[in-house]
């Protein structure tokens, strides 16, 4: 019977990683920004300066760290045009295309709940 209680109290030294899918997802949507950048581009291919008009509070940094986290992930793609100054244009990948549902679902929650 004693062997029984310290089995299932067993706690490992180190934590055990278990592959969560919402896990996953979260760690590619990281960050406050990432969901209204997201919001922002499901409208269409954006400039940085739209971007950062359209998102209220967000400083140029955290523009553009958001964007190159989203871009490293294969949310958003990033397109540069050499015109003087040099253009450049984010728009939605097919990967982040296929989060809209998740935009709606969210939606949806606030205006129920908030």
Request: charged letters at 25%; one cysteine or more; aromatic letters at 8%.
């Given at each position: 019977?004693?062997a029984a209680n310290s089995a299932s109290n067993y706690i490992p030294k180190n934590p055990v990683s278990?592959?969560?899918?919402?896990?996953?997802?979260?760690?590619?949507?990281?960050?406050?920004?990432?969901?209204?950048?997201?919001?922002?581009?499901?409208?269409?291919?954006?400039?940085?300066?739209?971007?950062?008009?359209?998102?209220?509070?967000?400083?140029?940094?955290?523009?553009?760290?958001?964007?190159?986290?989203?871009?490293?992930?294969?949310?958003?793609?990033?397109?540069?045009?050499?015109?003087?100054?040099?253009?450049?244009?984010?728009?939605?990948?097919?990967?982040?295309?296929?989060?809209?549902?998740?935009?709606?679902?969210?939606?949806?929650?606030?205006?129920?709940?908030?």
């Open positions: 019977m004693k278990i592959e969560c899918n919402i896990e996953k997802t979260l760690e590619v949507l990281a960050g406050k920004w990432a969901f209204l950048v997201l919001r922002e581009l499901q409208g269409g291919t954006k400039r940085f300066g739209e971007l950062q008009r359209n998102i209220e509070g967000i400083s140029p940094r955290a523009l553009t760290s958001t964007l190159r986290h989203l871009e490293d992930h294969g949310v958003l793609e990033r397109c540069v045009f050499p015109t003087v100054p040099v253009t450049v244009e984010y728009t939605l990948t097919p990967k982040g295309a296929d989060l809209h549902q998740i935009l709606h679902e969210m939606k949806l929650w606030s205006a129920k709940w908030t």
